[in-house]
Nanobody, 121 residues
Framework: QVQLVESGGGSVQAGGSLRLSCAVS????????MAWFRQAPGKEREFVAV????????NYADPVNGRFIISRGDVKNTINLQMNNLKPEDTATYYC??????????????WGRGTQVTVSS
């Protein structure tokens, strides 16, 4: 399975911003549809945002729509998540993965270690 590596988490106060990055850990000729997910303590992992292979189409979960921006990086199969106006409820471990499609968010790759985001009030 494809491995994913996330980076960029940290601790901020409410209203602050963070930028996360994710990369596929192996060189491949395939361009993947990729997505961000998050898991808060005691809760199930949930979808955050997805981006098409070309980067021209993005979709967001309602809680982050208008505050987060997913984008493709300059290197193939890398994505970023710009998180603005962060709220305490955004506190979670953030993961990326490759998914079947924009409509089918079933993860295909192996889950990485994630990156922790902590937002204080």
């Amino acid at each position: 399975q494809v491995q994913l590596v996330e980076s960029g988490g940290g601790s901020v106060q409410a209203g602050g911003s963070l930028r996360l990055s994710c990369a596929v850990s192996e060189i491949t000729g395939v361009t993947y549809t990729m997505a961000w997910f998050r898991q808060a303590p005691g809760k199930e992992r949930e979808f955050v945002a997805v981006i098409s292979r070309s980067g021209s189409i993005t979709n967001y979960a309602d809680p982050v729509n208008g505050r987060f921006i997913i984008s493709r990086g300059d290197v193939k199969n890398t994505i970023n998540l710009q998180m603005n106006n962060l709220k305490p409820e955004d506190t979670a471990t953030y993961y990326c993965n490759i998914v079947e499609s924009l409509r089918n968010l079933a993860p295909i790759g192996s889950w990485g270690r994630g990156t922790q985001v902590t937002v204080s009030s």
